[in-house]
């Protein structure tokens, strides 16, 4: 499952990573004609561009999905074993983690 990410930015490590969660202050849109979304960071200004399964990914980092089922629902899209997918949603998460996407704020149920 490929993922693209664009930018640079420095790790933050304390993030929940059994429930990620993606900042309350991003939007997504879709570029037209192109395998593309750009994330924008409202909060900082950063814009990030990201293929749609990394930006599907990031939709389902809203605090109550596990890593696991992010996995599992990737893995029933795309007819493919959860545990290959489950490595790829690790990897992609440190990306998204190191492109600072995720917070570590606690859902306010």
Same mark, same amino acid.
């Given at each position: 499952m490929p993922h693209k990410i664009h930018g640079r930015t420095c790790c933050d490590r304390s993030i929940n990573i059994n429930h990620p969660r993606r900042k309350p202050d991003l939007s997504f849109e879709e570029l037209e004609g192109l395998d593309e979304v750009v994330v924008i960071d409202h909060d900082t200004g950063r814009c990030v561009s990201l293929n749609h399964t990394?930006?599907?990914? /990031?939709e389902l980092c809203d605090g109550s999905h596990t890593v696991?089922?992010?996995a599992s629902e990737l893995a029933a899209i795309f007819e493919v074993e959860q545990a290959a997918v489950a490595r790829d949603v690790e990897q992609l998460l440190d +990306? /998204?983690?190191?492109? +600072?996407l /995720?917070?570590?704020a606690q859902a306010t149920d």
């Amino acid at each position: 499952m490929p993922h693209k990410i664009h930018g640079r930015t420095c790790c933050d490590r304390s993030i929940n990573i059994n429930h990620p969660r993606r900042k309350p202050d991003l939007s997504f849109e879709e570029l037209e004609g192109l395998d593309e979304v750009v994330v924008i960071d409202h909060d900082t200004g950063r814009c990030v561009s990201l293929n749609h399964t990394a930006a599907a990914v /990031l939709e389902l980092c809203d605090g109550s999905h596990t890593v696991e089922s992010i996995a599992s629902e990737l893995a029933a899209i795309f007819e493919v074993e959860q545990a290959a997918v489950a490595r790829d949603v690790e990897q992609l998460l440190d +990306q /998204l983690r190191a492109h +600072q996407l /995720l917070t570590t704020a606690q859902a306010t149920d």
